[in-house]
């Protein structure tokens, strides 16, 4: 079969994650970006004599010879091109219907201050997160009004030359690069059918914080865009990717048109203990392990169901995290997790499971260091996963929202009063009152609890804070 395109261009901006971009794009066997290819300074990346065997002084004599090099090279090639790289080979690209276009965008003001912070550390890319460099940066306005009028003038000439040709391009967002999905989506845009199972682990981000914790005058910046909001400057980054709508872990009552999707590390089993005991079963008498098929099959015969979440304050479901998958782990992912934290990154962690000499000072201390690993890892500066106990809330509702919302979102403190009302509509005037579980902890929470830890979970959990109203845990 005929491939579509010769060979690609990547048009980004520095502080853009065309880096990320590029790591991700060379996963693929039969794709190969070969860097700044047409960079005036260098060619490819800093310290190279060639590209495709062609030097910089070939290249600066005639860029086309590079050009014509990807087109014979033995694997589909591309290049990243800024807007201030060899302009004789813009209008060849853009007039070319067989050189793929892809457009990497990201918030100017996001990239204007990751390219300050940048600058100021000598840092441009970040492969292990112990080693990441931080400093604030200060905002100059006129510069970043010349920095945005660049941009913006480059991307209108782009769309332009695309719209009198006749050509489309593959947009990307920089929030879009974590997606596996996307990137496999940009391999089949350039006609190649492998896909990535995972994307790449190397590159980190290197600034997940707010604008507000990285610009020293920040004041400055939200007075000079004032009329200006297109840039969402309060927005609280969010790094965690898609989590799907993980149907396998509904529970549903056998009898009552009761649908439970519950979130990880929140209160399951008090939950599904009500539920057996409002249908009269044991808890085996719940159905479980749904599939999409199945899940259907049991709407259909449960007439004017109702489905329901219970979301549990970030303090306390991190907690729950914290010792039902990192300390309490005897076997498994979660023990080899402990392992890794443990000598990775030396979390001061027991060996095993608790035991009697375990105190509330040792817990306290892993759990303060296990917070400061939640928030690099949901900022995507880990190369351990994100997992589902831990991720947000909101991130998780949000998955469920791909097949379908919950009817109600209960929190968990108030389940006394809404489980019971939540059965009323369904017909169950004798529910019964929601059970209490015993965690079992050797270390409660309530003993290491203080305004430290509250201040740590609410910069990781940020959202969630915001989208329910959460107060302190206390």
């Given at each position: 079969?005929?491939?579509?395109?010769?060979?690609?261009?990547?048009?980004?901006?520095?502080?853009?994650?065309?880096?990320?971009?590029?790591?991700?794009?060379?996963?693929?066997?039969?794709?190969?970006?070969?860097?700044?290819?047409?960079?005036?300074?260098?060619?490819?990346?800093?310290?190279?004599?060639?590209?495709?065997?062609?030097?910089?002084?070939?290249?600066?004599?005639?860029?086309?010879?590079?050009?014509?090099?990807?087109?014979?090279?033995?694997?589909?090639?591309?290049?990243?091109?800024?807007?201030?790289?060899?302009?004789?080979?813009?209008?060849?690209?853009?007039?070319?219907?067989?050189?793929?276009?892809?457009?990497?965008?990201?918030?100017?003001?996001?990239?204007?201050?990751?390219?300050?912070?940048?600058?100021?550390?000598?840092?441009?890319?970040?492969?292990?997160?112990?080693?990441?460099?931080?400093?604030?940066?200060?905002?100059?306005?006129?510069?970043?009004?010349?920095?945005?009028?660049?941009?913006?003038?480059?991307?209108?000439?782009?769309?332009?030359?695309?719209?009198?040709?006749?050509?489309?391009?593959?947009?990307?967002?920089?929030?879009?690069?974590?997606?596996?999905?996307?990137?496999?989506?940009?391999?089949?845009?350039?006609?190649?059918?492998?896909?990535?199972?995972?994307?790449?682990?190397?590159?980190?981000?290197?600034?997940?914080?707010?604008?507000?914790?990285?610009?020293?005058n920040f004041g400055e910046v939200t007075l000079a865009l004032a009329d200006l909001d297109r840039?969402?400057?309060?927005?609280?980054?969010?790094?965690?990717?898609?989590?799907?709508?993980?149907?396998?872990?509904?529970?549903?009552?056998?009898?009552?048109?009761?649908?439970?999707?519950?979130?990880?590390?929140?209160?399951?089993?008090?939950?599904?203990?009500?539920?057996?005991?409002?249908?009269?079963?044991?808890?085996?008498?719940?159905?479980?392990?749904?599939?999409?098929?199945?899940?259907?099959?049991?709407?259909?015969?449960?007439?004017?169901?109702?489905?329901?979440?219970?979301?549990?304050?970030?303090?306390?479901?991190?907690?729950?995290?914290?010792?039902?998958?990192?300390?309490?782990?005897?076997?498994?992912?979660?023990?080899?997790?402990?392992?890794?934290?443990?000598?990775?990154?030396?979390?001061?962690?027991?060996?095993?499971?608790?035991?009697?000499?375990?105190?509330?000072?040792?817990?306290?201390?892993?759990?303060?260091?296990?917070?400061?690993?939640?928030?690099?890892?949901?900022?995507?500066?880990?190369?351990?996963?994100?997992?589902?106990?831990?991720?947000?809330?909101?991130?998780?509702?949000?998955?469920?929202?791909?097949?379908?919302?919950?009817?109600?979102?209960?929190?968990?403190?108030?389940?006394?009063?809404?489980?019971?009302?939540?059965?009323?509509?369904?017909?169950?005037?004798?529910?019964?009152?929601?059970?209490?579980?015993?965690?079992?902890?050797?270390?409660?929470?309530?003993?290491?609890?203080?305004?430290?830890?509250?201040?740590?979970?609410?910069?990781?959990?940020?959202?969630?804070?915001?989208?329910?109203?959460?107060?302190?845990?206390?």
């Amino acid at each position: 079969m005929t491939k579509p395109f010769d060979y690609f261009v990547v048009f980004a901006e520095m502080r853009t994650g065309s880096n990320y971009l590029e790591a991700n794009i060379n996963g693929f066997e039969g794709l190969s970006c070969l860097g700044e290819a047409f960079n005036p300074h260098f060619i490819g990346y800093p310290n190279k004599d060639d590209c495709l065997g062609v030097s910089l002084e070939q290249r600066t004599a005639d860029p086309q010879v590079l050009i014509d090099a990807m087109k014979s090279n033995d694997v589909l090639s591309g290049f990243r091109y800024f807007h201030d790289h060899e302009p004789r080979v813009l209008n060849t690209m853009l007039e070319d219907p067989r050189c793929a276009k892809i457009i990497l965008t990201r918030n100017p003001l996001d990239s204007y201050v990751s390219w300050k912070i940048a600058q100021a550390t000598g840092q441009w890319k970040l492969t292990d997160v112990r080693r990441r460099r931080d400093s604030k940066v200060k905002f100059d306005g006129v510069e970043f009004r010349r920095h945005v009028e660049e941009l913006q003038d480059f991307q209108v000439s782009l769309m332009r030359a695309l719209q009198v040709s006749g050509q489309t391009a593959f947009y990307i967002a920089y929030e879009d690069l974590h997606d596996l999905q996307v990137m496999n989506g940009l391999a089949r845009f350039l006609g190649h059918d492998e896909e990535l199972e995972e994307l790449n682990q190397k590159l980190k981000r290197q600034n997940p914080s707010p604008l507000s914790e990285k610009v020293s005058n920040f004041g400055e910046v939200t007075l000079a865009l004032a009329d200006l909001d297109r840039f969402n400057l309060n927005r609280t980054p969010n790094f965690e990717p898609r989590h799907g709508a993980a149907v396998p872990s509904y529970v549903a009552c056998a009898a009552s048109p009761l649908l439970f999707l519950p979130l990880r590390s929140g209160p399951t089993e008090a939950v599904t203990k009500w539920m057996a005991k409002m249908d009269r079963v044991g808890n085996d008498g719940l159905i479980r392990k749904f599939s999409q098929k199945s899940l259907r099959q049991w709407k259909k015969a449960h007439k004017g169901h109702r489905s329901f979440t219970v979301i549990r304050h970030p303090v306390a479901r991190v907690h729950a995290a914290f010792y039902d998958c990192i300390l309490a782990a005897e076997q498994g992912p979660y023990k080899k997790l402990r392992n890794t934290l443990r000598r990775v990154y030396k979390m001061p962690l027991p060996k095993d499971p608790p035991g009697a000499e375990y105190t509330a000072e040792a817990h306290r201390a892993g759990f303060v260091a296990f917070l400061g690993f939640v928030k690099a890892n949901l900022a995507g500066q880990t190369s351990l996963r994100q997992d589902s106990h831990w991720v947000s809330q909101t991130t998780a509702l949000q998955g469920f929202g791909d097949l379908s919302l919950p009817d109600m979102i209960v929190r968990e403190d108030e389940m006394m009063s809404y489980l019971p009302a939540l059965a009323m509509q369904v017909g169950r005037m004798d529910a019964p009152d929601p059970v209490t579980v015993d965690t079992g902890y050797p270390v409660a929470l309530e003993e290491i609890y203080d305004q430290e830890i509250e201040k740590l979970c609410q910069d990781i959990y940020k959202r969630d804070y915001i989208a329910f109203g959460f107060d302190s845990w206390t």
